[in-house]
């Protein structure tokens, strides 16, 4: 299993940006699916976006147009560029590669 931890997350107001990284503590070659889920407070976790080892992404539609995925395989990063920023996006943004969860960082958003 890969242990994977997470940063970048803050406070931004609203329409701001961040952009979160997820940093691998072993190769990420030969993983195929790695993805962000958020956990918005008093409410399950729920999956964002997720990328293939090819690159293929694919987006929750609450997010989609606005949050880009993306992997470094040399620097075993998955990243994750959140845009034009909502309250309603306010939560702990986990990262997830088979097996494996990190301990999440805290986005929040201010009105």
């Known amino acids: 299993q890969v242990q994977l931890v997470e940063s970048g997350g803050g406070l931004v107001q609203a329409g701001g940006s961040l952009r979160l990284s997820c940093a691998a503590s072993?190769?990420?070659?030969?993983?195929?699916?790695m993805g962000w889920y958020r956990q918005a407070p008093g409410k399950q976790r729920v999956w964002v976006a997720s990328?293939?080892?090819?690159?293929?992404?694919n987006y929750a539609d609450s997010v989609k147009g606005r949050f880009t995925i993306s992997r470094d395989n040399v620097k075993n990063t998955v990243y994750l560029q959140m845009n034009s920023l909502k309250p309603e996006d306010t939560a702990v943004y986990y990262c997830?590669?088979?097996?494996?969860w990190g301990k999440g960082t805290l986005v929040t958003v201010s009105a």
């Open positions: 072993g190769s990420m070659f030969s993983i195929n699916g």
């Open positions: 990328i293939t080892r090819a690159g293929s992404t």
């Open positions: 997830n590669a088979p097996g494996s």
